[in-house]
């Protein structure tokens, strides 16, 4: 059965610091990884997307990292402002021949206090 | 339209009544989704559209939700006799449906449904 575990399930940093959050994924046959961002309120929206080829990408302060061998991903995120404060959702996806739902995680929830 | 459009923003209905929410995908998009996200959770998968059929249907939770497409475009989610527990966000995605699977999925900003 496809899954993706998100850890920690919520997280509370101050302004200005950085964090890391983590995606372990059990999808096949694997397409890429994608991590969204939604804020309160809003769909969510795509931070970055990674392949079975690709083990980094940036997107400004963020960086998400992928190791397909283990199936792990991570989100790093810089000098943390307080518009970083959102739900951040972990969503992998298949090759065609499986399926072509994506498979969510259930994100983590993250505030940034001043 | 320049993204995922979805109505009503608000729905408050009660207990028992039928509510239909629609989502407009980006003109286009072959492939449609319909999520449910209660209050503090992660999405839920109801539904998905490739064209107008729906090759899976395996989220929707009973048989008081159906959901139908038309003209590769507008879809409705329908929820009949609605229970409290029905109350969430409905959110809608829409992707091309290309060869290949990295295409991105954009969402509308969902449908909040609350049941009293």
């Known amino acids: 059965k496809n899954q993706v575990e998100q850890s920690p399930q919520s997280l509370i940093i101050l302004e200005g610091k950085n964090c890391t959050l983590q995606?372990?994924?059990?999808?096949?046959?694997?397409?890429?990884l994608r991590w969204y961002k939604q804020d309160t309120g809003r769909g969510p929206v795509s931070l970055t997307i990674m392949t079975f080829s690709e083990n980094t990408k940036s997107n400004g302060r963020y960086t998400a990292t992928l190791d397909a061998d283990t199936k792990q991903s991570s989100l790093h995120i810089t000098a943390s402002q307080l518009s970083d404060s959102a739900s951040y959702i972990c969503v992998v996806s298949a090759r065609p021949g499986g399926s072509y739902i994506p498979t969510f995680g259930r994100g983590t929830s993250l505030i940034v206090h001043p | 339209g320049a993204g995922v459009s979805q109505s009503p923003s608000n729905k408050v209905t009660e207990k028992g009544k039928d509510v239909e929410l629609r989502c407009d995908p980006i003109s286009g998009h072959t492939a449609l989704y319909w999520y449910r996200q209660r209050l503090g959770q992660g999405l839920e998968f109801l539904i998905y559209?490739?064209?107008?059929?729906?090759?899976?249907k395996s989220g929707l939770p009973s048989d008081r939700f159906s959901a139908e497409r038309t003209g590769e475009s507008v879809s409705t989610l329908t929820i009949q006799r609605t229970q409290q527990e029905d109350s969430a966000v409905y959110l809608c995605a829409s992707r091309p449906l290309l060869t290949g699977q990295n295409t991105e999925a954009f969402f509308g900003q969902g449908t909040r449904l609350t049941v009293v």
């Open positions: 559209f490739q064209g107008n059929s729906a090759p899976d």
């Open positions: 995606c372990n994924y059990t999808v096949s046959p694997f397409s890429n």
